[in-house]
């Protein structure tokens, strides 16, 4: 088993840290609900939160962009997410244990998502997990998101580390495009929304199917 003598973890956000899965389908429901549609169970909307408000649109009313009525219909579901977003988001089983576990070993950790600072920021506020976050970059921090490498560049830079000196864990494809391009080991988090999918395909470092699985692969530094 590879091993990573790293500094510091950084972390995507949903799928990754938080299942914001619920909240993101309770806004896609809210808006099938004003246009007289049922709602849909989470199990058939929850795939699709990867991505985003594109994917979730597309699942709750088969619009994508291009539609003429899309920007719109984007805007009200993401006001209508804002004012849900922590009714129901929760940190995934094991993640509270994984934290503790990196603070204990003097590892400090940071967030790394395409969310807008619009969200990203209040959930962080919000979630007393979230507030040892030692850098958040959201998905606007940054001129460029995710695959770009950018964010990552820019957390390390916050983090005063070098990227090399940093991990990346994820639950998309596009994660570990960045990590790579930024010159981290990407790790897959198999837990998250796209987790089920042909991963090993994406060229990551390793893929963990739990939280608490990271540690092992964590080598002490020097």
Known sequence: MSRFAC???????DGTLIDSAPDLAGAANQLREQHELPPLPLAQLRPWVGAGARGMLGAALD???GHQAFESLKERFLALYEARLLQQTA???GV????DALARR???WGIVTNK????TLPIHRGMPLLQAAAAVVAGDTTPKA??????LLEAARRLALQPQDCIYVGDDERDIQAAR???????VARWGYLGAGAVDSWGAHAVIEQPEELLGFLAPVA
Not at 146 to 151: I, V
């Open 96 to 99: 509270p244990d994984l934290l």
């Open 106 to 108: 003097g590892l400090p």
């Open 181 to 187: 391009a930024a010159g981290m080991p990407g790790v």
């Open 7 to 13: 500094r510091a973890v950084l972390f995507d956000l």
């Open 63 to 65: 619009v994508a962009p």
């Open 146 to 151: 995710k695959p770009h490498p950018e964010p």
């Open 116 to 119: 807008a600072e619009r969200f």
């Open 91 to 93: 940190a995934f089983a």
